[in-house]
């Protein structure tokens, strides 16, 4: 059974900046990649960055381009996200997810789902 944990989600003031993990147990994890999403309230669910994890080549969606950053560490099965220059509007939960194909950015992509993690900007 696969397993998602994310951690490092909390509160900040605008400018700041936060680092989220994803630890990914339970399967093989070679192929593919891992993603983040986000959902604010009210909102459809967001791609926010993907990485692949056997080359390590990301994505990222228009709207944090340039302020945040993907990783992985493949010995650890763990996924990060830096996240820098936070804005109010990146305000939302933010989940990780294993990737079941290569079209990241499509949420259907991805076969499991980590529990979320709260992320708040305050202006």
């Known amino acids: 059974q696969v397993q998602l944990v994310e951690s490092g989600g909390g509160q900040v003031q605008a400018g700041g900046s936060l680092r989220l993990s994803c630890a990914a147990s339970g399967r093989s994890f070679s192929t593919y990649g891992m993603g983040w999403f986000r959902q604010a309230p009210g909102k459809e669910r967001e791609f926010v960055a993907a990485i692949t994890w056997s080359s390590g080549r990301t994505y990222y969606g228009d709207s944090v381009r340039g302020r945040f950053t993907i990783s992985r560490d493949n010995a650890k099965n763990i996924v990060y996200l830096q996240m820098n220059s936070l804005k109010p509007e990146d305000t939302a939960v933010y989940y990780c997810?294993?990737?079941?194909?290569?079209?990241?950015?499509?949420?259907?992509?991805?076969?499991?789902w980590g529990q979320g993690t709260q992320v708040t900007v305050s202006s």
């Open positions: 997810a294993a990737s079941a194909g290569w079209n990241f950015r499509a949420l259907a992509n991805y076969d499991s």
